[in-house]
């Protein structure tokens, strides 16, 4: 470190220039901050001028390391010059002695975190606190030494690099970093060196390339280096430093090696029943090369088998596959041989190799039998056979073998949902196909036949054929109109006027097409009124044949029209066309077809017309309502009293079950009549209280004579107590008093009780039980209806 000190002399001649600049200012010592900053701005020279200090880094000793001193020409060394140090570093790292202006440093440096340091210092009089001179700026460098190794940052390095490729090669580059200063001395100059990987690769020692040095390395023989590359400081030199890095080189495949089979002949079977695109087997020529170099197309190109098998490759590019192309028949020959070829389907141009990349194996594929199903002499049939023909006519005959050697005897027969209405028939050892059932080209034009052919020794073995059977058309339908036809003619129509054009339809087929005659009926052919002419073209017109046509003299007309075709034989059909006399218009629109409304009054008017249909209206209204008042006034009233007096009720939505119903009445009484208990009648009716015990005293004796002997004369009994009831009509019905009061809600027959009715049994109309249906057939008999009226169907 050094200091460059100006001569007392000058600084002297500084001063006084100063001291008579600023007269005032040095004798008012509360403006000295403000005489400075002016000094500061005029271009004054300093009396002291700091150079760079120069400090070794990584500094190790203990006591604080010696930088430099500053000095101020106006120190004049009676220790009234007090040195101030700022900027960077200034009290941590660097001291400052403020009496000598020694600088320590206080820290260990290091250049490659900080490699200078700016820092200020100024000279100010210890009484005063005043600066002598302006601060002034210098800088401390720290000089670098070999304290950092090389690093590869970017380690560790991989490569990939075709194999077999050629010395010179270029791999890869690696770079190493030297944290030292490269502009000092050799501690950044770097060498790179391969410590591991020789001889296979070397490495540029001033750019770190790495090159291929050995020629055809295979990657089937080895696929993987690893190499260890030294970078070192000092150029390599001895006491240099030095740093490592490994780089992982990878070959890549190249297709350098032909495909293999690994057998040479290979041996397979096949079932002659195999359908077309069955597979047989696979092969596969294996190829030490990987990826795309090892996938295969494999060919036939050989063998007696070229027609009946095919070869292609599955969808990894490494197998054959073996499939059947065409129908193999053990009979016909039993074994096949192919002659295979694979190769691969990449060539790389950069690289040659003197083996073909390809090889061949032969197969020997072996057909074994099966016991097949009959055969036919044809895939298909197409018959064609008349509408007319008779029961039983041949009109086909079909033949199938068995493939086999056994040649089994075969028998035939219809699929039956192929002939569902059994129209056809089959011989069953010939072949031979007959209709069974009259045709008709007008219900069914064709028909598809299923003939089955089944071995007789195995009838699970069977064959099949498909049968078109096309029926022909024979004229055997007369011709028709097209529609019912019914027209008008105009009263003011004139001769000649065409009233109706007519067509016909025929469900035949001619093989000329259709050709209609039209004309009218043999009765008809003199019709004063009307003609019909044949247009030669499938139609007609109706014509009139006279004038002054009047709906009152006749309003209809019907005209038979015959029809007939021209195909032989002959078929024709009659059909009547109506023809209306109507009222029209000039323009010919229809104003009224009918008689009658001549005979309306003429002067009858539209209002007319609104006020009979409002009045019409009107009176079914009131209708309506007269009926479902009369239907609401025969539904009884009941009291609130007599609502409860009830003892059972009895529904009627079922018919009763005979003496088995025993729910509604306690049929013991009726079998013992005179056991009446008074207590337990007293517990069954609480009431009201009859005023004898029993209705039985009162019937005459004859009537009930050995009841209780013979249970026979039950119905005598209960004819003498009904007796007994009718004749007495103030006595109520106490041996049996049935409610109604709600039976009959929401029925449509009413309420069937007799209580609360104002009228006699003379007064009451029977006739509608009959129309309640079956249940109430009984009681319409019981009150004479008879049902006397014929249906309506």
Excluded at 111 to 133: H, S
Aim: proline share 5%; hydrophobic share 35%.
């Amino acid at each position: 470190m050094a200091s460059v000190l100006l001569s007392r002399r000058t600084f002297t001649m500084i001063l006084m220039v100063l001291l008579l600049l600023n007269l005032k200012e040095v004798l008012l010592e509360d403006q000295v901050e403000n005489n400075l900053k002016v000094k500061s701005l005029s271009r004054v020279k300093r009396g002291w001028v700091w150079n760079q200090f120069f400090v070794l880094e990584e500094y190790t000793e203990q006591k604080p390391l010696y930088i430099g001193k500053l000095h101020s020409d106006m120190d004049i060394g009676d220790g009234s010059t007090r040195y101030t140090l700022s900027g960077e570093g200034a009290g941590n790292t660097f001291t400052l002695d403020d009496s000598t202006g020694d600088i320590h440093a206080i820290k260990r440096l290091d250049r490659e975190v900080k490699a200078q340091y700016v820092l200020r210092a100024q000279a100010l009089n210890r009484e005063t606190g005043r600066p002598l001179e302006p601060e002034s700026e210098f800088i401390v460098k720290i000089q670098d030494i070999n304290d950092n190794e090389p690093k590869f940052l970017d380690g560790p390095y991989r490569a990939t690099i075709p194999e077999m490729s050629p010395v010179g090669t270029f791999v890869i580059q690696v770079t190493a970093v030297d944290a030292d200063d490269p502009s000092y001395g050799s501690s950044a100059r770097l060498a790179y060196s391969i410590i591991e990987g020789q001889p296979y690769f070397s490495v540029d020692a001033k750019t770190g390339e790495v090159h291929v040095s050995l020629p055809d390395m295979d990657r089937e023989v080895r696929e993987q280096y690893q190499l260890v590359i030294q970078a070192k400081d000092m150029e390599g030199q001895l006491g240099g430093l030095a740093g490592t890095a490994t780089v992982n080189i990878t070959l890549s495949d190249i297709n350098d090696n032909p495909p293999k089979f690994t057998q040479q002949l290979y041996k397979m079977s096949v079932l002659e029943s195999s359908p077309v695109g069955s597979v047989v087997g696979q092969i596969q020529a294996k190829d030490r090369d990987v990826g795309i170099n090892a996938e295969m197309k494999y060919s036939i190109i050989g063998g007696d088998g070229q027609d009946f098998f095919d070869i292609s490759t599955d969808v990894s590019n490494l197998y054959a596959i073996i499939t059947v192309k065409k129908k193999l028949d053990f009979e016909t020959k039993h074994s096949y041989t192919l002659k295979v070829e694979g190769s691969n389907t990449h060539f790389d141009s950069r690289f040659k190799t003197k083996d073909p990349l390809s090889d061949v194996t032969t197969v020997h594929v072996s057909v074994e039998d099966v016991d097949e199903a009959p055969e036919f002499d044809s895939q298909f049939y197409y018959v064609e056979v008349p509408e007319d023909a008779e029961i039983g006519t041949v009109f086909k005959t079909v033949s199938a073998r068995d493939p086999d050697t056994a040649n089994n005897t075969i028998r035939y027969s219809i699929e039956r949902k192929s002939d569902p209405e059994k129209c056809f028939y089959m011989d069953v050892s010939n072949g031979s196909l007959m209709t069974a059932l009259p045709l008709d080209r007008e219900k069914a034009s064709w028909h598809n036949l299923t003939v089955l052919a089944m071995e007789m020794n195995n009838p699970s073995k069977i064959g099949s054929v498909f049968v078109a059977i096309r029926v022909l058309d024979v004229n055997d339908n007369p011709p028709s109109l097209m529609q019912y036809y019914g027209t008008f003619v105009c009263e003011n129509a004139k001769a000649g006027q065409l009233i109706q054009t007519v067509t016909a339809v025929d469900p035949d087929e001619p093989t000329g097409g259709q050709h209609f005659h039209y004309s009218l009926a043999p009765e008809a052919a003199n019709n004063p009124n009307f003609t019909l002419r044949d247009n030669q073209d499938n139609s007609a017109w109706l014509l009139t044949r006279r004038g002054g046509w009047s709906v009152q003299t006749q309003s209809v007309y019907y005209l038979p029209i015959l029809v007939s075709d021209g195909d032989q034989p002959a078929q024709s059909s009659t059909s009547t066309l109506t023809v209306r006399v109507c009222s029209c218009d000039s323009d010919g629109e229809v104003l009224s077809c009918d008689a009658e409304a001549y005979t309306m009054p003429a002067n009858l008017s539209q209002a007319a017309l609104i006020a009979i249909l409002a009045c019409a209206f009107v009176l079914i209204v009131m209708i309506i309502l007269t009926l479902s008042l009369r239907s609401q006034s025969k539904k009884p009233y009941f009291t609130k009293e007599e609502e409860h007096l009830h003892e059972n009720i009895v529904r009627y939505d079922d018919e009763g079950g005979g003496e088995e119903d025993t729910e509604a009445f306690d049929i013991y009484a009726l079998w013992s009549p005179r056991v009446e208990p008074l207590a337990n009648y007293h517990k069954l009716r609480q009431d009201m209280l009859p005023e004898d015990k029993s209705l039985s005293r009162h019937v005459p004796q004859h009537c009930v004579t050995e009841v209780g002997e013979d249970s026979s004369n039950i119905h005598s009994y209960v004819e003498a107590k009904l007796y007994k009831a009718d004749s007495d009509t103030c006595a109520p019905p106490y041996d049996s008093l049935q409610t109604y009061a709600y039976e009959g809600e929401g029925s449509i027959a009413g309420s069937l009780s007799s209580l609360q009715s104002q009228t006699s049994h003379t007064d009451h109309e029977y006739d509608y039980l009959n129309e309640w249906g079956p249940r109430f057939l009984k009681l319409a008999e019981m009150y004479g209806v008879s049902n006397n009226h014929s249906p309506m169907w």
